[in-house]
């Protein structure tokens, strides 16, 4: 969704924002602009596309030392270069740049509107420029403060005043915003990702919080002007773990990374004396885990596949009754919070608003959530009462690939903590603890099936529509692969369970809709082959994912990509990665933009 960078500092600001822009491209963005600092004035250049359209506008006179930029994901009016930001005030003086939604901008239009104010684009976030304006008297920090005192809403905001050479205001209600703490420059940005080329010291700023920075340093205050003393944070990645490093594209590498992101996640979370699983980040005790009656966990989108599988994992081993629902229900829904549940939040980005409000939505209610977070220090990971990072690694493609097989790899290790302490034996925990440090290298040898998975790809990347069919835990995993064939290719796809096609999707097969079944060698495996029969009966083309020498499955099946055999448990990881190389083909052929899919953004931080 929308981003935001800004720079103070000795060097030429526009380079740095439009480089720190092109960061914030995965995010999702439809228009983009800076505003730069120069001799009294703010210059201002912004329009829709892409950032290189936007370089290709910026005359070489923007040469100041200060300045803000915006990635635009649209909300509030059309795709225009009038709404792109920045915004500016009549004077012109003021430069504003926000992300997150104004509630109430409708009356405060209007009330500006009656005062003379005259607005030139149809956005919620012109309001702020405006009011800025309306407050300022010579003070640009106080009279943020002063504007923010009249919105309702949620915003991460940046912003400058000619007049006020080299310093800009930021401010943050449920947008992340990101101080960098530089040597003798100083940036902000909505996003580490903007600022790492630059520094690796960062403040991570709360909600009511505002700062302001100059290029000797920075201050943050509470909107009632309390000074606050911040902890400066380092980030533990470097640059180049967002570089594509000779991968085609992001989402490639991102696929490709994962034997070694699942083994990073694993790293230190099993215990091979004790078969146990080890997460100190849960912040619980051993008696309180003991005392855990329920488990539910809340997620969007993948993250919800994720916590699906977790779920089933956590009942079937640990015995305690568990669910996954999706989080933009479950925070209007008027759910009962027992006194001995356990609530997981499952986010890559730690910033997914659905996600946020459900979880704050429990908390209210006084339940303990966890999260499972990718993102360090974001917001979902700094409101949780505790949890697990997956260290995957920055994320850039839109379409989530190694964070899910790193959620999947927190689960495993939870469930089997919580089995330990309850039903399962040291020597069946052993031999789960050999299967799961197994699965890195077994994944390396799935991902070597690349060239026949294109193959498969490209002959029926024509289809219109796929159906995605598994059982079990397979089910959840055939929902993330018709979700990433979706996204990225816009075909059209379902998941269902295979049991399920008989109530009502058989009657969408024909010869022209292929079917994708997921067949590992497990205890549904004949009832699955029992629906591929159901689906070939009707003369639907199909393509199995079954384990290595399954015959009988290839029989059936008009494709088949074999995998390797593992407990049955383990399934999961070995099937979503051919599904991710599968649409990630069909992507490629169709000529879609993979990392950077139309409509979709990184971090869904609206509702
Ligand atoms: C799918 C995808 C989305 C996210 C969802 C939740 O590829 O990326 O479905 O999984 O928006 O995002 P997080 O995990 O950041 O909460």
């Given at each position: 969704m929308c981003g935001i960078v800004g720079y103070c500092g000795p060097k030429n600001a526009t380079g740095i924002l439009l480089d720190g822009l092109k960061r914030l491209e995965y995010r999702g963005y439809d228009s983009a602009g800076i505003a730069v600092q120069n001799a009294g004035r703010v210059d201002v250049a912004k329009r829709t596309g892409k950032i290189q359209d936007l370089r290709s506008v910026v005359p070489p006179s923007f040469a100041g030392n200060c300045g803000i930029g915006h990635t635009r994901w649209a909300t509030h009016g059309g795709v225009t270069d009038a709404n792109a930001h920045p915004h500016s005030d009549a004077s012109g003086k003021i430069a504003v740049v926000h992300n997150g939604i104004i509630e109430n901008y409708v009356q405060l239009k209007a009330r500006l509107s009656s005062e003379g104010f005259v607005f030139a684009?149809?956005?919620?976030?012109?309001v702020l420029a405006h009011l800025i304006a309306y407050h300022y008297d010579g003070d640009l920090e106080k009279a943020v403060r002063a504007t923010l005192a009249q919105v309702k809403g949620t915003y991460g905001i940046a912003a400058m005043h000619a007049d006020e050479v080299g310093r800009i205001v930021g401010a943050r209600n449920g947008s992340p915003l990101v101080v960098g703490v530089g040597d003798g420059e100083m940036l902000l940005a909505s996003d580490v990702t903007a600022m790492i080329a630059h520094t690796k010291q960062v403040v991570y700023m709360e909600d009511g919080e505002i700062v302001t920075m100059t290029r000797d340093g920075f201050s943050i205050t509470d909107l009632k002007d309390r000074k606050l003393d911040k902890k400066v944070d380092s980030v533990t990645w470097d640059l180049d773990e967002i570089e594509k490093e000779g991968f085609a594209c992001f989402m490639e590498k991102e696929i490709f990374e994962q034997p070694e992101t699942i083994a990073r996640t694993l790293s230190g979370r099993l215990d091979p004396e004790y078969a146990t699983g080890k997460l100190g980040g849960l912040n619980m005790t051993s008696r309180e885990l003991l005392g855990v009656r329920r488990i539910k966990i809340v997620a969007a989108g993948t993250s919800w596949h994720a916590g699906l599988v977790g779920a089933y994992l956590i009942e079937s081993l640990a015995r305690i009754p568990a669910s996954a629902e999706l989080s933009s229900e479950l925070r209007y829904r008027n759910s009962v919070v027992e006194q001995d549940t356990l609530y997981f939040a499952v986010t890559q980005s730690g910033e997914t608003a659905d996600t946020l409000y459900a979880m704050r939505e429990l908390k209210r209610k006084g339940a303990r959530v966890l999260g499972i977070c990718n993102v360090v220090g974001s917001t979902i990971a700094r409101e949780s009462d505790g949890g697990v990072y997956t260290h995957a690694g920055p994320e850039i493609a839109v379409a989530s690939t190694k964070a899910f097989t790193s959620q999947l790899a927190v689960f495993y290790s939870f469930a089997l903590l919580m089995a330990r302490m309850r039903d399962m034996s040291v020597s069946a925990g052993a031999r789960y603890v050999k299967g799961l440090q197994a699965v890195p290298e077994l994944v390396r040898g799935v991902l070597k099936q690349r060239d026949l998975i294109q193959t498969i790809a490209k002959k029926y990347s024509r289809a219109r529509d796929f159906l995605f069919l598994g059982r079990g835990l397979e089910y959840p995993v055939a929902l993330e692969g018709a979700l990433k064939l979706k996204e990225i290719s816009y075909i059209h796809a379902e998941g269902y369970s295979a049991g399920e096609i008989k109530h009502g999707p058989i009657a969408l097969i024909n010869e022209e809709t292929p079917s994708i079944f997921l067949v590992p060698?497990?205890?549904l495996r004949e009832k699955v082959i029992s629906n591929m029969k159901e689906i070939k009966a009707r003369r639907g083309p199909i393509i199995a994912f079954c384990c290595e020498g399954d015959d009988e499955v290839a029989a059936i099946a008009d494709d088949t990509v074999t995998l390797p055999k593992t407990d049955e448990l383990f399934y999961p990881f070995l099937m979503v990665v051919p599904l991710q190389l599968f649409a990630y083909f069909c992507a490629l052929e169709l000529g879609r933009d993979v990392d950077q899919p139309r409509n979709l953004a990184k971090s869904v931080t609206v509702e």
């Open positions: 684009s149809e956005t919620d976030s012109e060698d497990d205890s």
